[in-house]
């Protein structure tokens, strides 16, 4: 846009820096691919705008013309910075937040894409452009290779070390909880006080149910849930919501 607006400005001040028998070589014009490419990206910023509003209605893929986008905004600077604002604000709140020492106060963190990057496994199949396939995605859990979002690490040891009752809930299955365990610890995460992953009895309902189940379950035993991070909308919303959620940017797939 800025591109855009940087060329328009031009366009109106170069006929007066030129004499009107100029050579038309010398006056500067956008071509047509250059506007498309513009439309192009304003058409996919917008998209992943509405993605992280939560104004979609659920979608099952990246649009096939937002794929090189996706792909370019996870793999550079505009992805970490965003990580990295989240995280900013997550710490300046759990710093403000007074503890008064009994240990019931309590912050959530999903896994995937909250604490644990599966950029590797989604960059071979996509980014999110193709559909989401689970027997591959298992496999790739149960590599246990995932590794940390770095922003995300310092907030988990800032929130531990303020003393915050740290608890995981993911919707990972029960059968993955070794790897998850292992694929945490190898990463640096350690010392949290709760692991929530679907039961047989999970199975089936939404993201959004699971988890609203589970933190009801945890202010029953007394907690109180002041945080909670999560890269899907269906980590945060729902029943028994946290103080205040801090939602992390992930344009690459929808849970519902």
């Not at 705008?49 to 550079?76: F, H, I, Q």
């Not at 945080?227 to 909308?233: C, F, I, L, R």
């Amino acid at each position: 846009m800025i591109l855009l607006k940087q060329l328009l400005l031009l366009s109106f001040a170069l006929p007066f820096a030129f004499p009107q028998d100029a050579e038309p070589s010398l006056i500067l014009q956008i071509n047509q691919p250059q506007l498309d490419k513009l439309d192009a990206q304003a058409h996919c910023t917008s998209w992943r705008v509405a993605v992280e509003a939560n104004n979609l209605s659920p979608w099952k893929t990246v649009p096939e013309e937002c794929r090189d986008y996706v792909m370019e905004y996870m793999r550079g600077r505009g992805y970490l910075l965003d990580l990295q604002r989240v995280a900013d604000e997550a710490v300046l709140y759990a710093r403000s937040v007074k503890l008064n020492g009994d240990g019931k106060f309590a912050w959530i963190f999903d896994v995937d894409e909250t604490l644990l990057s599966n950029l590797p496994y989604y960059a071979q199949h996509g980014y999110g452009s193709e559909i989401f396939d689970g027997g591959k995605f298992d496999e790739w859990v149960e590599m246990g290779r995932a590794p940390a979002i770095e922003s995300s690490l310092k907030v988990y040891e800032e929130v531990l070390n303020l003393g915050f009752k740290v608890i995981l809930l993911t919707g990972r299955s029960e059968r993955y909880r070794g790897v998850t365990v292992e694929n945490l610890f190898q990463s640096g995460f350690r010392d949290w006080g709760m692991l929530i992953l679907r039961s047989s009895e999970d199975h089936g309902k939404t993201a959004m149910v699971y988890k609203s189940e589970k933190r009801r379950e945890v202010e029953q035993e007394g907690y109180e849930i002041v945080g909670n991070s999560g890269d899907q909308w269906s980590d945060l919303l729902g029943s028994s919501m946290s103080i205040r959620s801090f939602k992390l940017p992930n344009p690459m797939y929808y849970i519902p």
